[in-house]
């Protein structure tokens, strides 16, 4: 990791805070799991006694990606019961759709999905690329869990599978991806963009939401790629020989706004190279060598040229001219700390749930 996280701090020995909270505390969920913990076996067995009596065992969100695919894969040998679940917010690319129905149509899973109204979508991302913050893809990210969650208290779904792992991702700093759930914080970027809250309406997914949803209806998030010896690689060759699935380019390259903002956008208005998160990770577990990963970083996230026509695609979806476009890339870039937020309340209200469940911290908030 390197300073385009502009509160990252280093000890004596160079290592920076991101590292060490990684190795003292979100490398114990898997090595939990691992070592004499629970095994993958008897996590989704627990999930298939809570789905007796049910039509379906678990709600899976699936993106056309390879954790969220594979984690439907897993899921299925196991003989769990799965609703897959989709987000529909405009930006899906022709591979990920492809690749979703190859997974159905070879997986038998039934599917549901939940489709943005594109209009209002449309000024909630436009409000966040104006904001000049990290957080741009928030919207759907807070999308992403709403839908999953309604289907699931839809469909009497007691348990969600989800993709993330911390194998490719227990790094990531707060002021690249502060907490989506924090609703003052997206509130305060909407009202600056003059943005109507009921745009936000769709997608919103704060805590009060996730309290609803986990305390009062009980339904449950697990995590099955904490619980295995993770390969991202070894995932997407099982997935090409079993399935159809085909690569779409990048990470997040699912979906083409996505792809813009992480490979892009971030990169050039925030020096942030989403590969060094990813990287730092695969170091710390011992997949790639420090030299090895420094070798990848010396090559841009993206060739200026071959990403023309894909920026004038972005601006011609969302209805902004290039010269905006241009502006709001070299706007000077701001963070979650810049607009009003709830970070210090939050981080209250989570540490005393982890205290109350003995859970371990697995994320950056």
């Known amino acids: ?39 993958l076996e008897e996590l989704l067995g627990a999930v298939r006694k809570r789905g007796r009596g049910r039509q379906y065992d678990c709600v899976v969100g699936i993106s056309g990606g390879v954790d969220s695919s594979y984690t439907c894969k897993l899921a299925v040998e196991y003989g769990l019961r799965v609703l897959a679940v989709h987000l529909d917010n405009g930006w899906d690319s022709v591979t990920s759709v492809e690749n979703i129905r190859n997974l159905l149509s070879s997986l038998d899973l039934d599917y549901a999905t939940t489709v943005l109204p594109w209009k209002e979508f ?18 759907t990210d807070v999308a992403i869990q709403a839908a999953v969650h309604r289907h699931a208290l839809k469909n009497g779904v007691r ?13 990531l700093p707060s002021t690249w991806h502060y907490n989506a759930r924090d609703t003052k914080y997206s509130y305060a970027i909407l009202g600056l963009a003059k943005c109507p809250r009921k745009y936000f309406a769709t997608q919103k997914y704060g805590v009060v939401e996730e309290s609803y949803f986990k305390l009062v209806r009980g339904i449950k998030t697990v995590y099955p790629l904490n619980h295995i010896q993770y390969s991202r690689q070894e995932a997407r060759e099982l997935l090409e020989r079993d399935h159809g699935w085909k690569y779409y380019g990048s990470k997040h390259g699912e979906s083409g706004y996505t792809k813009f903002i992480q490979t892009f956008y971030l990169f050039a208005k925030h020096g942030i190279d989403y590969r060094r998160a990813t990287f730092s990770s695969e170091v710390l577990l011992g997949k790639i060598t420090r030299d090895e990963a420094l070798a990848v970083l010396e090559t841009p996230p993206f060739s200026k040229d071959a990403f023309e026509q894909e920026i004038d695609y972005i601006c011609k979806k969302l209805s902004v001219p290039r010269a905006q476009m241009n502006a709001i890339v070299s706007a000077p870039p701001k963070y979650f700390f810049d607009y009003p937020n709830n970070a210090t309340a939050l981080g209250i209200v989570y540490n005393l749930y982890r205290a109350v469940t003995g859970r371990k911290k697995a994320s950056n908030f």
């Open 1 to 39: 990791m390197d300073t385009s996280d502009p509160l990252i701090q280093f000890d004596q020995d160079g290592r920076c805070n991101l590292c060490t909270d990684f190795l003292n505390n979100r490398l114990g969920v898997i090595q939990l799991a691992h070592e004499g913990g629970v095994t």
């Open 122 to 139: 449309r000024q909630v991302q436009l409000a966040f690329l104006k904001a000049s913050v990290p957080e741009a893809e928030t919207p």
């Open 159 to 171: 348990t969600i599978l989800s993709g993330g792992n911390i194998a490719t991702e227990g790094i």
